[in-house]
């Protein structure tokens, strides 16, 4: 059975950094073929992708955030670790990671419950 | 970039209904690199189709999904009470999403 949970703070003040983490179960993150993305929505709006992890380590990011985005895994701990750099109010935003569905191609079959993160002094 | 644009934003229907749901791309789309969820209030998306028209598992056969190139159709045949939700396409070769379509009881 296939499980992620996200993880970090709820609370963020603008200008600091974000860290959060997905703790997942039931997969390998060294599997041929496997991805986690980190996905985020806006309250009462669209989601927004941010980046993805491969099973090989290759990274990707979204164009318009890759400035403040990095992504990492540990496969010993089967966690992935978004970090965001200079939060900002128009930040606050419901966290997701998500796995890909198969090798196929990255859609995403597997979605942790998300994680509200609010940008606020 | 690929832009993906939905349509309708709203769609007021009665269960039983069918719905037609639209996303249109920007530019082509390779290998029909598309995929469909749904989320409803509260819930993390769920993936309905993806391929244009490959069922994901567990995916009741009232969800379709078809088109290529740049216009691709959901349609779910007959609606159930519990198909009211916000529905958004993807495509998956820039990992872009639409912006969604809300399905809403008439």
């Known amino acids: 059975q296939v499980t992620l949970r996200e993880s970090g703070p709820a609370l963020v003040k603008p200008t600091q950094t974000l860290t959060l983490t997905c703790t997942f179960s039931?997969?390998?993150?060294?599997?041929?073929?496997?991805?986690v993305s980190w996905i985020r929505q806006p309250p009462g709006k669209a989601l927004e992708w941010l980046a993805r992890?491969?099973?090989?380590?290759?990274?990707y990011y979204s164009t318009s955030l890759k400035t403040r985005l990095t992504i990492s895994k540990d496969t010993s701990k089967n966690q992935v670790v978004l970090t965001m750099t200079n939060m900002d109010p128009v930040d606050t935003a419901t966290y997701y990671c998500?796995?890909?569905?198969?090798?196929?191609?990255?859609?995403?079959?597997?979605w942790g419950q998300g994680t509200l993160v609010t940008v606020s002094s | 970039e690929i832009v993906l644009t939905q349509s309708p934003g709203t769609l007021s229907l009665s269960p039983g209904e069918r719905a037609t749901l639209s996303c249109r791309a920007s530019?082509?789309?390779?290998?029909?690199?598309l995929a469909w969820y749904q989320q409803k209030p509260g819930q993390a998306p769920r993936l309905l189709i993806y391929?244009?028209?490959s069922r994901a598992t567990g995916i009741p056969d009232r969800f379709s999904g078809s088109g290529s190139g740049t216009d691709f159709t959901l349609t779910i045949s007959r609606l159930e009470p519990e198909d009211f939700a916000v529905y958004y396409c993807?495509?998956?070769?820039?990992?872009?999403f639409g912006q969604g379509t809300r399905l809403e009881i008439k």
């Open positions: 998500a796995r890909c569905y198969d090798s196929s191609g990255y859609y995403y079959g597997y």
């Open positions: 039931g997969f390998s993150l060294s599997t041929s073929g496997m991805c």
């Open positions: 992890i491969d099973w090989d380590d290759d990274k």
């Open positions: 530019q082509s789309v390779s290998s029909s690199y």
């Open positions: 391929g244009a028209s």
């Open positions: 993807q495509q998956y070769g820039s990992s872009r």
